[in-house]
């Protein structure tokens, strides 16, 4: 993939898989960051549901570290946090 300029993506739940695919995924990721060619997502143990909640999660870690108002939470900081964007 890096060879071809690919950036690899890979969205859902990873606390399931093993310590070392785990590691194995971040190193995939990690090297082909900044490749702007193609781009690979790869959905695994991910479910839209199981996405909301993991943005709601991120945002409520913002308000308690007081980086972000309970106010401030909309569509758009919501959007920020969801895996595809």
Do not use: C, P
Request: negative net charge; charged residues 20%.
């Amino acid at each position: 993939l890096h060879k071809n300029n690919v950036k690899l993506s890979i969205i859902g739940d990873m606390s399931r898989f093993s310590n070392k695919l785990q590691e194995k995924i971040a190193a995939a990721e990690s090297l082909t960051a900044e490749n702007t060619g193609l781009r690979l997502n790869i959905a695994a143990n991910y479910g839209g549901r199981w996405d909301i909640g993991y943005a709601a999660q991120q945002l409520a870690k913002q308000v308690q570290a007081g980086e972000l108002s309970a106010d401030d939470i909309d569509e758009h900081s919501l959007a920020k946090h969801i895996s595809l964007n």
